[in-house]
């Protein structure tokens, strides 16, 4: 089961959540329509920007925590993955 971190840092409940609150936003303040639907989409496009360099980020330190453990395997390294 994944955690709840894991869970709402996805980038489909991100982007939900940006509709959501745009909709909200745009239910009490409708003369402001336009606005807070560009601000909505312009959120939703740097959050999905931001967990796709982090997601990268994460892939290429677990392939060269794999590479060090193939390298040296009497070091004791295990990666955070194989530990739990």
Not at 21 to 30: E, I, K, T
Not at 57 to 79: L, R
């Amino acid at each position: 089961m994944r955690s709840f971190l894991q869970r709402i840092s996805s980038r489909k409940f991100l982007t939900a959540l940006a509709a959501q609150v745009a909709a909200v936003v745009v239910l009490f303040y409708p003369q402001h329509e336009s606005a807070v639907v560009a601000a909505a989409i312009r959120i939703a496009a740097l959050a999905t920007l931001l967990l796709a360099a982090l997601g990268y980020g994460k892939i290429e330190a677990d392939v060269d925590a794999d590479k060090k453990q193939e390298a040296d395997p009497g070091s004791g390294f295990v990666p955070p993955e194989e530990s739990r």
